[in-house]
Nanobody, 126 residues
């Protein structure tokens, strides 16, 4: 099990950028695939991005492709979500999530993830 703490959220205008960070503590971070999910008011939690243990495999949702980038630094136990050209529809609480794996895969379904952070609010004004 890992403990996850997100930071970096805030209020920005459309077109601006934010970088979310997720600090992990606990067991070997490099054994975990990581993901970012978000949930807007009145909507279900949705996949944003995922990355496998060694950064060799990444995926982002179609709605953010070309604007968001996921990365990780295993030496620092950190995962990041760089968000560029933000849009009002990106407004949501963003969650960092993790699951331990022996494979090089990274899933985009929330049910695969065992550990979750508390979330950080991102608000994009038009």
């Amino acid at each position: 099990q890992v403990q996850l703490v997100e930071s970096g959220g805030g209020l920005v205008q459309a077109g601006e950028s934010l970088r979310l960070s997720c600090a992990a503590s606990g067991r070997a971070f490099s054994s975990y695939a990581m993901g970012w999910f978000r949930q807007a008011p009145g909507k279900e939690r949705e996949f944003v991005a995922c990355i496998n243990r060694n950064s060799g495999l990444k995926d982002v949702a179609a709605s953010v492709k070309g604007r968001f980038t996921i990365s990780r630094d295993n030496a620092k136990n950190m995962v990041y979500l760089q968000m560029n050209n933000l849009k009002p529809e990106d407004t949501a609480v963003y969650y960092c999530a993790a699951y331990e794996t022996e494979t090089e895969l990274a899933y985009f379904t929330a049910r695969e993830y065992d550990d979750w952070g508390q979330g950080t609010q991102v608000t994009v004004s038009s």
